[in-house]
Each structure stands twice: as structure tokens, then as C-alpha cells.
């Protein structure tokens, strides 16, 4: 069993910073990769940022050149550094981990991130 606990949100204002940490425990034999989605209301669950385990990031187009993900694999933890925040970056930031040979996916409880213009 894997469980990914995430650190607590806020309110920040527009143009702010915020750092987000996703750690990983449990049955984990290795990461195959570490993200974090962010759900607006009333709006899909959409990737922001991926990193594998090897250091490969990938962000949205919206986020880019603003966030930045880094991967701790020693301590199985990712970060998502946020800056110049929007309003429109609101949201629930969820982390999420592929593991294992078979790539099993998982999910933490999402974080709410609110930025206030």
C-alpha cells in the first residue's frame, strides 16, 4: 500500500509564492514518476507538472516558465515550486505516483491552493 501525503495550501495573493510537498510511503520499490493535477471547481482534474524518477519534467503550458517540479528520490518526495501565482492557478493541487514495475497509480487527499487577486 502507498500513501502520498501532501502539505497544507493557503491563501496567497496574486503574484505570490507557494511551495508545495508530495512524500511517498509505503509498500514503494521504486518511482516511476511524481505529478501534481489541480482541479478547479466545476472543471476536470488537469496534469500540471510531471517528473520521473530520472529528472524528465514535463509542465502544462499555463504553468510553464512559473513552476517548477523537482524530485527528491532519497526521500521519495516531490515539490512543486509556484511562482508568479494567478487567480486562475486556484485550485485543488493533488499529487499523484506511478510505482513499481506495473507503473500502479496513486493519489493523495489534495491541497487547496487559492490565489486571491
Known amino acids: 500500500q502507498v500513501q502520498l501525503v501532501e502539505s497544507r495550501g493557503g491563501l496567497v495573493q496574486a503574484g505570490g509564492s507557494l511551495r508545495l510537498s508530495c512524500a511517498a510511503s509505503?509498500?514503494?520499490?521504486?518511482?516511476?514518476?511524481m505529478g501534481w493535477y489541480r482541479q478547479a471547481p466545476a472543471k476536470p482534474r488537469d496534469l500540471v507538472a510531471v517528473?520521473?524518477?530520472?529528472?524528465?519534467?514535463n509542465y502544462a503550458d499555463s504553468v510553464k516558465g512559473r513552476f517548477t517540479i523537482s524530485l527528491d528520490n532519497a526521500k521519495n518526495t516531490v515539490y512543486l515550486q509556484m511562482n508568479s501565482l494567478k487567480p486562475e492557478d486556484t485550485g485543488v493541487y493533488y499529487c499523484?505516483?506511478?510505482?513499481?514495475?506495473?507503473?500502479?497509480?496513486?493519489w493523495g487527499q489534495g491541497t487547496l491552493v487559492t490565489v486571491s487577486s
Open positions: 499523484n505516483a506511478h510505482v513499481g514495475n506495473f507503473g500502479s497509480e496513486h
Open positions: 509505503g509498500s514503494i520499490f521504486s518511482i516511476n514518476d
Open positions: 517528473i520521473t524518477s530520472r529528472g524528465s519534467a
